[in-house]
Structures are given as C-alpha cells and as structure tokens.
C-alpha cells in the first residue's frame, strides 16, 4: 500500500521530507495515524496502492504541524505528483485541497 520508503525517489522528486525523517519512528507513526484514518485510500481518486501521506501544510515552512494527523491527506503517488506540479512553490495547500475534494473523509479542511 504505501510507498516503498528505501528508495530515496519514492516521491518522484519531490522533495519534502528529509530522508532521515521519513524513516523516524515518528514519522511512520504519523503516517501511520493518516493512513488509517483515510482508510488507505487516496483521498482524490480513490486508489488503495503506492499511497504517500502529503503535508497540507508544507514540512519545511510548517515545522510545528510535522506530526499533526490533522495536517497530512493520503494521496496516490500520481495524484500527489500532480498536486505538486500544478502548484508549486506553494506552502499552504488547505484551500487548493478544499477545491480539489469532491469528497470523502476530511470534508473540510480547517489547520
Ligand atoms: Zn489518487
Ligand atoms: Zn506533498
């Protein structure tokens, strides 16, 4: 289901969390925890394979929602690559991800 973690591309490029924290404890932890509140599921289409959990709010300008399950989405590897290529350079995606949602779990999202 998710991602394989030791290839250091496994995100394709994109570039959000260091390698080292991908393997902390508490970051499989915090995926972990989004992972199963989102069913396993990518939240746009609906995929149950090659999952990454995106940070709503990015990892580098949002040091202090890391960890909060509330700030991560599961998506698809092909969703999540999309997500980022329609919008980059952007450190806040709640809105963007509001738009996007037909859908399921999160409703809303409010950070
Ligand atoms: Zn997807
Ligand atoms: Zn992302």
Known sequence: MWMKEKNPRW?????????K???????????NAC???DKI????????????VHHIKTFKKYPELRFSV????????????????????????TN???DYMPNILH????I
């Open 70 to 93: 509330k700030n991560g989405i599961t998506l698809c590897r092909a969703c999540h690559m999309k997500l980022h290529a329609e919008h980059r350079g952007v450190h806040d995606f």
């Open 21 to 31: 924290i991908r393997h902390s404890d508490e970051y499989i932890k915090w995926r």
């Open 96 to 98: 963007i991800l509001n």
């Open 41 to 52: 599921t990518c939240q746009f289409c609906g995929k149950h394979k090659q999952l990454v």
């Open 11 to 19: 995100e394709g490029g994109i570039t959000e969390v260091s390698d």
């Open 107 to 110: 409703k809303k999202i409010k």
């Open 35 to 37: 992972g199963t509140r």
